[in-house]
Each structure stands twice: as structure tokens, then as C-alpha cells.
């Protein structure tokens, strides 16, 4: 457990191979984090607590199952909301911000609006 209330307990094993290091900002903090990391995984490391807020309640949301299935992770990558940061490995120079409550999801395309079948003459409906 570590000693320091701000140090993360992600943190690499004791004799672990060095990695190389890249750097992201995420909200107003320059990172150094691990390469080949998901996004999740290395602001874990960073000591970052809070992804996203609660759409109900405003309270701060965590990555949890790690593995894509549970959306608490949900943050703005390079501009683009609604990300899974458990789902997207870091690169050099990656802009990242705290999710502000609900997600996104846009105007449905044309062509999956559900449209009506026509009844033909003599059939049942």
C-alpha cells in the first residue's frame, strides 16, 4: 500500500522491464505514461481518480470492469466524447478530458430509422 495519499497504487512490478514513455494531456496535466497502455491503465497510474461524472447525480465514475462492458470509463479523446478508455491504447501527444455527464450518441443514420411496412390489399397486418 503506498505511503504517499496521492501516489496511485497502479504502478509497475518491482524488476519490471523498462517501457517507454509517452506523454498525453489530460484535462490541464502534462502525463509521462507507459506506452501500449490503455488510456484507463495509465491515467490509473497517474494517479487520476475521476473519468467521468454520474449523469443523475454529477458523482465522479471510474473505470471498473477494465474490459469494455461497463461504460464508467467514458472520457473526451482528441475531441471526440463518449471514448472507452479502457478500450483505446495511448499514443504521443493524446488530448484527453474528463466526461461531463450524459454520452453522446448523435442523430441516427437514414438508413436505421425504422420505417413502416405497407399492408397490402387482402392481407392481415
Not at 17 to 29: E, G, K, L, T, Y
Not at 45 to 63: E, L, T
Request: charged share 15%; hydrophobic share 40%; net charge neutral.
Amino acid at each position: 500500500m503506498p505511503t504517499d495519499a496521492n501516489r496511485s497504487p497502479f504502478q509497475p512490478l518491482p524488476g519490471a522491464a523498462p517501457v517507454a514513455m509517452v506523454q498525453i494531456r489530460f484535462d490541464d496535466r502534462l502525463l509521462q505514461v507507459p506506452a501500449g497502455t490503455t488510456v484507463a491503465a495509465a491515467l490509473l497510474q497517474s494517479g487520476v481518480q475521476r473519468f467521468r461524472s454520474s449523469a443523475v447525480s454529477g458523482a465522479p465514475r471510474a473505470p471498473y470492469c477494465m474490459m469494455g462492458v461497463c461504460f464508467e470509463c467514458l472520457v473526451e479523446i482528441d475531441g471526440e466524447a463518449s471514448r472507452q478508455a479502457c478500450l483505446v491504447t495511448v499514443r504521443e501527444g493524446m488530448q484527453v478530458r474528463t466526461q461531463q455527464g450524459l454520452r453522446s450518441f448523435g442523430e441516427p443514420a437514414a438508413a436505421t430509422v425504422a420505417t413502416p411496412m405497407p399492408v397490402e390489399a387482402g392481407h392481415d397486418a
